[in-house]
DNA sequence: TTGAGGATTCTC
DNA sequence: AGAATCCTCAAA
């Protein structure tokens, strides 16, 4: 939380929204059911991307993390654009607003020009595109744990955090989603 | 081999 | 509220 998510080209973003994946412990977890070939990369190495293509459109992006259990990963769900920015509206088609660009995590991909070419990059270290960087910017003292969105199974670990008040927070649906 | 459902977004 | 749209995996 509150470090930097950049690419190669100049587009950068601070990341200020995301979701703990927690493998077999978590039945909403990509990872609840063991390896798979679209799973594999989070049974790869730490620090690494899995990048994974939902609802017959869209990217959403993880950054390879076992702090908790194996299979685990962190889901990038909102960035605040720091460069580039001009790049990734082109990206995004032109959209206007500033808050729109990267909240949610298949508009940050998209921004980004992550796909799934990126699946299993290394983010330590950058050398195939995506690099998460650190500044020295704190994440935040005070945890912000809130229930994840759009799952239906293991809903109950609050296992979502933001930075409070930053503008760029994706919109929690304001309905429970259907099913 | 089949088909239900999905860590979403956009528009109406 | 509904559409877009395709891939994965569990079940048969």
């Not at 390896?35 to 959403?60: I, K």
């Not at 992006?61 to 082109?90: D, F």
């Not at 759009?150 to 670990?157: A, F, K, L, T, V």
Request: charged share 25%; aromatic share 6%.
């Amino acid at each position: 939380m509150n470090k930097i998510l950049a690419m190669p080209d100049g587009r950068s973003g601070r990341i200020v929204e995301v979701e703990a994946y927690c493998g077999a412990e978590d039945p909403a977890a990509h990872s609840f059911r063991g390896q798979t070939t679209r799973n594999a990369s989070m049974f790869g190495e730490q620090g690494h991307m899995y990048v994974y293509f939902t609802y017959g459109m869209h990217f959403c992006a993880n950054a390879v993390c076992w702090e908790r259990a194996p299979g685990s990963g962190v889901l990038l769900r909102a960035l605040e654009p720091l460069t580039g920015v001009e790049r990734m509206r082109e990206a995004r088609h032109g959209i206007e607003r500033n808050t729109l660009l990267c909240s949610g995590p298949a508009r940050l991909t998209e921004a980004m020009g992550i796909d799934r070419e990126l699946d299993g990059a290394d983010l330590v270290l950058g050398s195939e595109g995506p690099l998460i960087l650190d500044d020295g910017t704190p994440p935040p003292e005070v945890p912000t744990a809130s229930p994840r969105i759009g799952i239906s199974r293991g809903i109950d670990p609050p296992w979502r955090w933001h930075i409070e008040g930053n503008a760029h927070v994706s919109k929690r649906p304001s309905r429970p989603r259907a099913r």
